[in-house]
T-cell receptor, first 110, second 114 residues
Framework: SQQGEEDPQALSIQEGENATMNCSYK?????LQWYRQNSGRGLVHLIL?????REKHSGRLRVTLDTSKKSSSLLITASRAADTASYFC??????????FGRGTSLIVHP | DTGVSQDPRHKITKRGQNVTFRCDPI?????LYWYRQTLGQGPEFLTY????????KSRLLSDRFSAERPKGSFSTLEIQRTEQGDSAMYLC????????????FGPGTRLTVL
């Protein structure tokens, strides 16, 4: 079963625009991570946010976590064509077994 | 290359055959994970190891699936009597537990069962 669910399933924007993806989950977590996957490739870790953190930044990426709403968002600012990929959230609870959502497919048009 | 490597990258087999995949994690990482990913889905956890100990295997998809990590370094995932439904990407990841749970993924092995 998949704990995290990303929204939207697909997102199409123009280069330079911001992209926001959301992740909702059902049970309490220890941490939440965001990953990127280019077509046919392995996943690349982007950001980890722990349950006691509310916001983290990494370059053009901003992640927020609202444990009361059991949701997280990933914001990519000033998007580039190279950001075209699928983005997944993964939650870890008490068992520390990562559970991934189905992902958001982002297309950035040059 | 000091990343996670997987071999082979692609495997085509006939239904009923056994297949084995290998994963070499980042050398100092003590945790190793196996996932399956089908088209349009996120990775689905299968099993993981802490050094050579397999700490969770209840989520292996059936008793046809087994994994080993004999010396706490590389790992193998075997699928016996393959079925067409086993066709998927099999991903391996490793992590250094103390470093905050970030997983480093390999490129995956794409299995096609004819």
């Amino acid at each position: 079963s998949q704990q995290g669910e990303e929204d939207p399933q697909a997102l199409s924007i123009q280069e330079g625009e911001n992209a926001t993806m959301n992740c909702s989950y059902k049970t309490s977590i220890n941490n939440l991570q965001w990953y990127r996957q280019n077509s046919g490739r392995g996943l690349v870790h982007l950001i980890l946010i722990r349950s006691n953190e509310r916001e983290k930044h990494s370059g053009r990426l901003r992640v927020t976590l609202d444990t009361s709403k059991k949701s997280s968002s990933l914001l990519i600012t000033a998007s580039r064509a190279a950001d075209t990929a699928s983005y997944f959230c993964a939650t870890e609870g008490g068992s520390y077994i990562p559970t991934f959502g189905r992902g958001t497919s982002l297309i950035v048009h040059p | 290359d000091t990343g996670v490597s997987q071999d082979p990258r692609h495997k085509i087999t006939k239904r009923g055959q056994n297949v084995t995949f290998r994963c070499d994690p980042i050398s100092e990482h003590n945790r190793l994970y196996w996932y399956r990913q089908t088209l349009g889905q996120g990775p689905e956890f299968l099993t993981y190891f802490q050094n050579e100990a397999q700490l969770e295997k209840s989520r292996l998809l059936s008793d046809r699936f087994s994994a080993e990590r004999p010396k706490g370094s590389f790992s193998t995932l075997e699928i016996q009597r393959t079925e067409q439904g086993d066709s998927a990407m099999y991903l391996c990841a490793s992590s250094l537990r103390l470093a905050g749970d970030e997983q480093f993924f390999g490129p995956g092995t794409r299995l096609t069962v004819l």
